[in-house]
């Protein structure tokens, strides 16, 4: 079982990134899929959400309007578009899987949010 995330980076505010996630391992298509930020001092905190066929998703108040998830079942694959990007937006953000008591989770990709 395998997730891993792609796309982080350094980006100026106002910018944008698309995170990646891909799996291996498991069906992905029966996973919900979340992504998740962790910030430093803070305690990680969901981001977005997104059922196992794409057809409930949910928003953290604080990126709705600017993130947008989705996902390619057929490439095992997760996204997160990230759009005008905000310094409080810096943190590790971490890909996760969940089916019942089945909880995956992807080592993190660093997004740095500054000039």
């Known amino acids: 079982v395998r997730l891993v995330e792609s796309g982080g980076g350094l980006v100026q505010p106002g910018g944008s990134l698309r995170l990646s996630c891909g799996a291996s391992?498991?069906?992905?298509?029966?996973?919900?899929m979340n992504w998740y930020r962790q910030a430093p001092g803070k305690e990680r905190e969901l981001v977005a959400g997104?059922?196992?066929?794409?057809?409930?998703?949910n928003y953290a108040d604080s990126v709705k309007g600017r993130f947008t998830i989705s996902r390619d079942n057929a490439r095992y694959t997760g996204y997160l578009q990230m759009n005008s990007l905000k310094p409080e937006d810096t943190a590790v953000y971490y890909c996760n899987a969940r089916y019942i008591l089945r909880d995956y989770w992807g080592p993190g990709t660093q997004v740095t949010v500054s000039l």
């Open positions: 391992g498991f069906t992905f298509s029966s996973y919900d």
């Open positions: 997104i059922s196992s066929s794409g057809g409930r998703i």
